[in-house]
């Protein structure tokens, strides 16, 4: 996904003179095509994130865009007040790059799992909040932060992540997900309780793979979110007239993020739906371990996604 | 602003302005603009190329106010040389007043950035010079920051930032009044020798007394070094008003009373 994000800037970087990214020292090896390409536009403004954020701010302000860029945590709460003042007060054309949202550097333990970034970054006034989840949604989301006039926070995974299944579409939308037939389908599925389930980012293949092993056990339709806000208001309320579960499931606190999100549009609208929201029980990670470890171990792998379905059904 | 006027009386001026203001409005922070009105009158009056006409002039050189509390003395300085008018200053704070009590740039002409929380004005300044380095162009950048201000480690990140950049089209000026919020700097968190720490940070230092307008112009108007430059401005908190001078009470305290009529009365004799 990284990888895929450099590629993408590197593309726009030919089109747009005034494209520029700061690093606060990372991207080792992963920006060498930039740095090959595009060396002038590529600055190292050492580890020292409150700095570099404040200084894209005031960069930007004299006509440039530019893309911040760290991992985990180290480019949204380790210089929050100098996003909300500096970038988000000035409506600065910056856009905040996190490598290794959720569980990505889940072997490095709780300082590198970001796991309230998606909450925290939504309560700043003028954010908009993308977590693509494959490379394709990755490369959507660097042209939506360049057509976006203001700031951007992009949380992206690590590394390596399998292409999910929905078809190129407008990642501001609820992505639809093509959902294999693994079980035998009961045909028109009468009666069977409907339930749509909603990921987002790294978590959207754990998504597709639940929502395979529920069919014939219940209706369920499976979406991509990579757009946390402005989120597909419109397609939340028809998911929660249309279904009976509404089952968000993200590698973060359950609190503020997408669970909290669909949770305030479900409410407003009155929607019909029972809201279901997996993730980070409010709680840090006490787990050390693979990203794949630690979904399993927080329920949001795909069995536990539809392990914790059934208890519903 | 009359074009005779004298720098001198600007900065007499703006102290007049920063005691009314802070009288009206009842807020804090009146003995920090009053530190730095001085240097304030200098950058306006012979230093900045601006054009209180065409306040967003892309050629403009920028000024960042990142000690952001005392920016009654920054609001009356633009006031005073015709960015807005001056009827606005005595509102500051007050409810619907387009002035609050830290600086902010939305719609106040000729502000170029919204500060409060310190350490934060310096380090946008550093991106503005970073984009005129790049871009070959040839505004200066100025910023104000006050010497508590350097407790913060944003002010550091800064000041490697800006070295490692070659941006000597910057100016950092500190008003090192020897004072913050809770006693004096060295009683609080001792710099010991702030000259030596930005020289050891590869900046060009240079120092002088912050209410000697001269000793200010031959500083700023010096040659570029090559290296950004870090200005020490030697003054006193509450500067001209003699019950204020070096007293931290009057950070906090709005002159009301005999204490209004007293600092104006001190000022207007100047």
């Given amino acids: ?313 | 602003m009359p074009v005779s006027m004298t720098s001198e009386e600007l900065a007499r001026r703006l102290r007049i302005h920063a005691v009314e203001m802070a009288h009206f409005s009842g807020e804090s922070h009146v003995a920090s603009a009053l530190s730095m009105c001085d240097i304030v009158a200098v950058l306006y009056r012979h230093i900045l190329r601006v054009d209180p006409g065409d306040p967003g002039w892309e050629g403009r050189d920028r000024f960042f106010l990142s000690k952001g509390h005392a920016c009654s003395a920054l609001y009356a300085v633009l006031a005073e040389t015709g960015f807005f008018d001056p009827a606005l200053l005595n509102g500051q704070c007050q409810n619907g007043s387009p002035l609050s009590g830290h600086v902010t740039r939305k719609g106040v002409p000729g502000v170029e950035w919204s500060t409060g929380s310190l350490g934060h004005g310096c380090c946008a300044a550093a991106g503005a010079a970073l984009n005129g380095k790049l871009k070959k162009k040839d505004y200066r950048v100025y910023c104000l920051l006050g010497d508590g201000e350097c407790d913060e480690g944003s002010v550091w990140e800064m000041a490697l930032f800006a070295h490692q950049y070659g941006l000597d089209n910057l100016c950092v000026i500190v008003d090192q009044n020897g004072m913050q919020a809770m006693g004096r700097t060295e009683k609080v968190a001792d710099h010991i020798d702030l000259a030596k720490k930005w020289e050891a940070f590869g900046w060009e230092v240079r120092q002088a007394d912050g209410h000697s307008h001269r000793a200010l112009r031959e500083a700023l108007e010096g040659p570029l070094a090559g290296a950004p430059l870090c200005l020490i401005a030697h003054t006193v908190k509450g500067k001209g008003v003699s019950f204020m001078e070096n007293n931290l009470l009057w950070h906090y305290r709005d002159p009301q009373g005999e204490f209004f009529e007293n600092a104006l009365r001190e000022l207007e004799e100047r």
């Avoid at chain 1, 989301?141 to 976006?148: C, D, G, K, M, P």
């Fill in chain 1, 1 to 313: 996904m990284k990888r895929a994000f450099v590629s993408a800037l590197c593309g726009w970087m030919k089109e747009k003179e005034n494209l520029y990214l700061f690093t606060a020292d990372l991207g080792y090896g992963v920006m060498n095509p930039l740095l090959e390409e595009h060396p002038d536009r590529f600055i190292n403004a050492g580890i020292c994130e409150q700095n570099m954020t404040s200084a894209a701010a005031g960069f930007a302000a004299e006509g440039n865009i530019v893309f911040t860029y760290s991992i985990g945590n180290f480019p949204t709460l380790r210089c929050l007040e100098q996003i909300r003042n500096d970038v988000a007060y000035h409506g600065a054309n910056v856009k905040i790059v996190a490598v290794g949202g959720g569980f990505a550097y889940g072997s490095l333990g709780m300082s590198h799992h970001a796991t309230e970034d998606l909450a925290v970054m939504r309560a700043i006034p003028g954010m908009t909040v993308l977590a693509p989840a494959d490379a394709a949604e990755t490369a959507e989301a660097v042209r939506l932060a360049i057509e976006t006039e203001g700031p951007v926070y992009i949380r992206l995974g690590h590394g390596g992540e399998p292409k999910v299944s929905h078809e190129q579409g407008d990642i501001r939308r609820l992505l639809r997900l093509k959902i294999p037939e693994e079980a035998p389908r009961r045909e028109a599925g009468g009666g069977l309780p409907r339930a749509a389930l909603l990921g987002t980012g790294t978590v959207v293949p754990q998504v597709e793979r639940a929502a395979a092993l529920l069919q014939g056990r219940a209706r369920v339709e499976a979406y991509s979110v990579p757009a946390i806000k402005p989120i597909d208001r419109e397609g939340i309320v028809r998911l929660g007239a249309e279904n009976e579960y509404v089952v968000t499931v993200e590698e973060h606190n359950i609190l503020g993020g997408l669970g909290g999100a669909v949770a305030e549009i479900l409410a407003e609208a009155g929607a019909g739906a029972r809201l279901v929201r997996l993730g980070l029980r409010d709680e840090f990670t006490q787990e050390v371990g693979s990203a794949e470890y630690l979904r399993e171990y927080y329920g949001l792998d795909s069995r536990g996604i539809v392990r914790r379905i059934e208890e519903l059904l």
